[in-house]
Every structure is written in structure tokens, then in C-alpha cells.
């Protein structure tokens, strides 16, 4: 408008009138352009609510009450698309107080409502409610949501299903159907009181009474407790949708006389990779193809532990039924194969044949490469102990612990981390000191010596990060303690995982090895037993994000960190304010 009323002196009025027509057509496509993108990149809105309260689940012969979503176990499922919204209204109608963790999702610029206890928000308090605003970005396939307090994610789980969105699609044939398989431990006691019990022994949490597949503990206990059935159509291809929802314990999965087809992990797709099983640890997710070929009749599927340490849990092989239609065949049991429980080549063997996937659906590959690296922490992994235990429980001189560059990570109670970042108030709630290296360097893959210190230093100590940082982390397993494998969990990312070795990281030859073509973009990662992992990824979410170990009995006993990533210089690379009605600490 403003151009045409500043009219040239020179030229007709027939010009003018032929330039505004232009000018008008060129609005109209304009306006057609945006309003096809918005139709083309349209997000839903979806909103959930979730009721926590104790509900009577009886297994093992025995009645034993645990707070669930729902009144179900697992919780309710939630299917969205791509890029969709979630709000999750959060009703606690139990007897103490929880959190929600969204696991994988990045929730962009939004940590108020990723979850953790006292990381993120302080705990949802009987009688009250929050919803989660749960943004989701470029990820894909397969997560899971779960309570994130004390061990109550044993009973307050469920599937976080992404859906290509409109007009996307599978980077393979769409399958026939999918299925939700959440691998879960159980145990028959609530999980809150039984972890409270052992930390103030400072002992271990006891082993679990069973396993299970989707709520059931299979045919091979004595009490004839339910067995999960999968129904198939001859011919059919499945996508299953597998879960480690377990407590404790690596996972090896399988389904007799048929092969699996690795997809996708951890919400992002991978290179196809055929198998007869699979190895899953607690946190990650798997998507995996499965064509039912075989002749007509009842199949076995399996799930079995895995373990690289001295802490070796229950070797319970638990089952479910993969069921031809129409079918009058009986179980056949002689087929089912599943690696030992302490196979760590079976282990190695699947994990390192994992490979990203140019396909279109995943995000650019952007690995930060070597001369990008801005900021490196190297992290020794133990289990150890505090001095003293001073609880009336106590039942041992030094209590048990778990560290990172051997420090034992401790919640603040009076308020959350993100709040007191966000507030510019940190004083006494934690400090921006986490050690980038061990204090200590010694064969920490080797037979460790009585001249390493096993005690553990305690605090609630941060890594602060730039906005845009080029970040490797490496993570080196050690024999302090149990020794073993640790499955690592990053909130507010996913990662490139660049590379894996055996012995002590070296950091002037080991790095030649890395993978920096086709790495797996994932938000859980394996260390190996008496070996390492490196990650990298751009520090491009502002906030505060926990990294822990899934395994709960580590966490529980402080194998934790924080990192916090600071504003960028825009408003768009800025934390989001915080929603209203934020639950406050007691």
C-alpha cells in the first residue's frame, strides 16, 4: 500500500494499475505458500490425564499393592505424531510424592517439564496435580515415560508411541501392525519402600522376585501367572515396539525360529541389522521388524538378563506366546535361543553393528567433528562407598555409594536445580565444579590395587556448558566396586555415539577409531565392562538436563551429574519461562 501511494511522477496509470495486479497476485501465491506450509507442517495438540494412585496387582501367588497410572500396569499408552504436543494432566491421588519423566524426548528450551525430582521440579505432592507440556521435535518410533522418583518407575511406566507425521513415511514397508513389548522387573513390595529400606541399611535393594513381559510373568512360575499373547496373521510383517522398562537389568530378547530386524533405536532409525535376538538395556528403546513366515503354531518369545559384573542379577528366563491365527499347535520350547547370561560377546556382537541410516526421516547427520571440539569431560564410572552410616537401620560401617569422577551425587530437597539456576539463587542448592577429569588416575580397567581410594566425595556439582558447544564426553568403566557395564542416559538430548573400546581410553590414539560417517544418534549408551563410550553432540538446549545411570540401584546411590546449558544470544535459544502452578518443594 505504501509503495503504491508514492507514486513515480513518471509512467501511465495503466502501468500503475498493472503493477498493483502483479504486486496482488504475488500476495495471493504468497498467501497460498504459507498457508500449504502451515497445512503441511501442522502439529496436533493432544491432552492426556493421568490419575496415580495404589492399585492390587496379584502375582507370584501373593497380593501386592503399587501406585500405577491408570490403574494399570504398564500405564496408559500414549500415540501421537511427529512433531505433536502432549499435555499430560498429572492427578497424584497416592500417598507420597513423584515426578513424570518423558524418556527421549528433547522437550526444546523446555526442561520445566522434563521431570526429574529435585533436577527439573520438586515432586507432585499427594493431593495435588501438574501438567507436563511435553514438546516434541524431530524424534521418532519408539519412547516410554515413567515416574522419576526414588524406584517408582517400577510400577508408574508406559509407551510414548511417535507416529511418522502427515504425509511421512516409513523408511521401510509399512508393517501390518505394531506392538508395544515393555520388558519390566517385578517385585512383590512397593518399589519406594523397598529402596528407602536398603539406602538407610546402606546395602544393596534385594533381587527381584520375577520379570515380566507387558504386566505378565509368563509359564515358568509356580503360581500360574498370566503369559502375554501376541495374535498374527500368516504372512503379516510386525513392527515391535520393545522397551526396557527394567529395574537392574540389560536384556537379551528373542522369539523362537524367527528373525528380528532392527529399525530404530532410541527414536531415531537405523541401518536394518537382522539378528535372531536382541541385547536392550533399562532406558533404551528398540524398534524392530518381524515377518510371521514360519508354519502355523504357537512360538516362544523370550527374554532373558544380561550381565558383565559381579552384581549378577536373578537369571530368570521369562516368556510370552507369538500365536499363529487359527492355530491348534502347541508351544514349542526347544527353539527358543537366547545367549548366557553373562555372553558379553553375544552383547558386543549385536551392539557394534549398529549404524545410523541416511534416510530422510532422520535429521541431518551432524556430528561435531574433531576441530569443533570445544569442550571435553572424561568420566570415571564407579560403585563405592561413603564413610559412615549413621542411620538407626544401618547395618554396615560404610554405606554404599556410586559415583562420577568420584563424586557421589546428592538431591538438593529444599528446591529444584533449574529453579535456582533460573532464579540466579544457587547458594546451597548446588555448585558449577563437577571435575571434567578423574582426580584420580590409575589401571581402572585392571586389578585394582588397595591404593585406590574407594570412597566416594558426595555433592550436588554441574557441568556448565556454553549455548552451541561442540561436546565430547568420554565414559570409562572401572572395577572399583562391582565393575561391569553401565547403561548412561543424557535428558534434554540425543547423542552421537562416536566410539567404544576395551581397556583405558586413550586419548592420543583411541579417537583414530572413532565413527564419524554413520554413528547411532541415541539418548541411552552402553559402557562396556572394563572398556569405554564416546559421545558427542552440539549443546543446543538451554537449561538443565540430569545425566545418570538407568540402572536404579546406581542412580539411587548417586552415579548422577547435571548439565546446564546456557542462554544463546536470541530469544529462540533461550530457556521458556516457567509454566504457572510449578510444584514446590516441602
Known sequence: MTQNTQTRKTGTIQEHIGKIKMSLLKLSFLGVLFLSTLFLCSADV????????????????????????????????IRVHRGDT???NVHNQGNYG???????????????SDGPEFITQCPIQPGTNFTYEVILSDEIGTLWWHAHSDWTRGSVQGAFI?????????????????????????YNEDYKQMIDAAVAAGTTPRQPDAYAINGHLGDTTACNDTIFRMQVNYGSTYLLRI???????????????????????DASYVRRLMSNYIMINPGQTMDVLVVANQNAGRYYMATRPFSDSSAVPV?????????????????????????????????????????????????????????????????????????????????????????????????????????????????GVYTEDFPLNPPEFYDFTGNVTNTVNRNATSGTRAVVL???????????????????????????????????????????????????????????VHVPARGWVAVRFFANNPGVWFMHCHFERHSSWGMDT???????NTRRTSLLPPPPGMPRCT
Not at 527394567?246 to 528380528?260: C, D, Q, V
Not at 499347535?329 to 526347544?334: D, E, F, I, T
Not at 544401618?394 to 538431591?411: D, E, H, Q, Y
Request: charge should be negative.
Open 162 to 186: 511417535i507416529l511418522p507425521a502427515e504425509h511421512e513415511t516409513y523408511p521401510f514397508p509399512t508393517p501390518d501392525a505394531d506392538q508395544t513389548i515393555m520388558l519390566q522387573t517385578w
Open 243 to 265: 522397551i526396557n522398562a527394567g529395574m537392574n537389568e540389560p536384556k537379551f530378547f528373542s522369539i523362537a525360529n524367527h528373525t528380528l530386524t532392527l529399525v530404530a533405536q
Open 315 to 427: 537369571d530368570f528366563i521369562t516368556t510370552g506366546v507369538f500365536e499363529y491365527a487359527n492355530s491348534a499347535a502347541g508351544l514349542n520350547a526347544s527353539m527358543v535361543t537366547l545367549p548366557a547370561l553373562n555372553d558379553t560377546d553375544a552383547t558386543n556382537r549385536f551392539i557394534s553393528r549398529i549404524r545410523n541410516t541416511r534416510v530422510p526421516q532422520n535429521p541431518p547427520l551432524n556430528v561435531p567433528a574433531n576441530s569443533r571440539i570445544n569442550r571435553r569431560v572424561y568420566i570415571a564410572i564407579a560403585t563405592n562407598t561413603l564413610p559412615g552410616c549413621d542411620t538407626p537401620q544401618c547395618v554396615v560401617p560404610n554405606r554404599l555409594a556410586a559415583s562420577l569422577n568420584n563424586v557421589s551425587f546428592v538431591l538438593p530437597r529444599t528446591a529444584d536445580i533449574l529453579q535456582a539456576y533460573y532464579n540466579m539463587s544457587i547458594n
Open 46 to 77: 493432544h491432552r492426556y490425564e493421568f490419575f496415580v494412585r495404589e492399585a492390587n496387582f496379584t502375582k507370584l501367588c501373593d497380593t501386592t499393592p503399587m501406585l500405577v497410572v491408570n490403574d494399570s500396569y504398564p500405564g496408559p499408552e
Open 466 to 524: 556454553n549455548y552451541g558447544d561442540a561436546v565430547e564426553i568420554v565414559l570409562q568403566a572401572t572395577q572399583v566396586g562391582g565393575g561391569g557395564g553401565h547403561p548412561i542416559h543424557l535428558h534434554g538430548f540425543s547423542f552421537y555415539w562416536v566410539g567404544t573400546g576395551t581397556g583405558n581410553f586413550n586419548n592420543q590414539t583411541d579417537p583414530r577409531t572413532y565413527n564419524l560417517v554413520d554413528p547411532p544418534l541415541v539418548n541411552t
Open 98 to 112: 513423584f515426578t513424570i519423566h518423558w524418556h527421549g524426548v528433547k522437550q526444546p528450551r523446555n526442561p520445566w
Open 562 to 568: 547435571v548439565f546446564i546449558v546456557r542462554n544463546g
Open 86 to 88: 502432549v499435555f499430560v
